[in-house]
């Protein structure tokens, strides 16, 4: 299990409000959403500094390369598709 630290924090009421009301939503506590959010913030922050490394090795990015990494994705993900139902009726 990962430590915790416990913390305090100030937010504008309206924002503590919003949080709650989506932690409650989502059946979270207050921590467990904001942590979460951090979670996507830093993964996210994550992949931007990996796309600024590659770009720096291969260049800029094209919409032409995008596509075609879409189409490998989609690719990937409909072979996995179809090997787990595959599993799925042999098992």
Not at 6 to 20: H, Y
Not at 33 to 42: F, P, Y
């Amino acid at each position: 299990m990962m430590a915790v630290k416990k913390i305090s924090i100030s937010l504008p009421e309206e924002t503590l409000d919003e949080v709650a009301r989506l932690a409650e939503r989502e059946g979270l506590s207050v921590s467990a959403w904001l942590t979460q959010a951090a979670g996507h913030v830093i993964r996210r922050e994550a992949g931007l500094a990996a796309v600024r490394e590659w770009e720096a090795e291969h260049g800029e990015i094209t919409p032409e390369r995008q596509a075609a990494a879409a189409a490998r994705l989609a690719a990937a993900d409909a072979e996995m598709s179809a090997q787990t139902v595959t599993e799925r009726l042999a098992g």
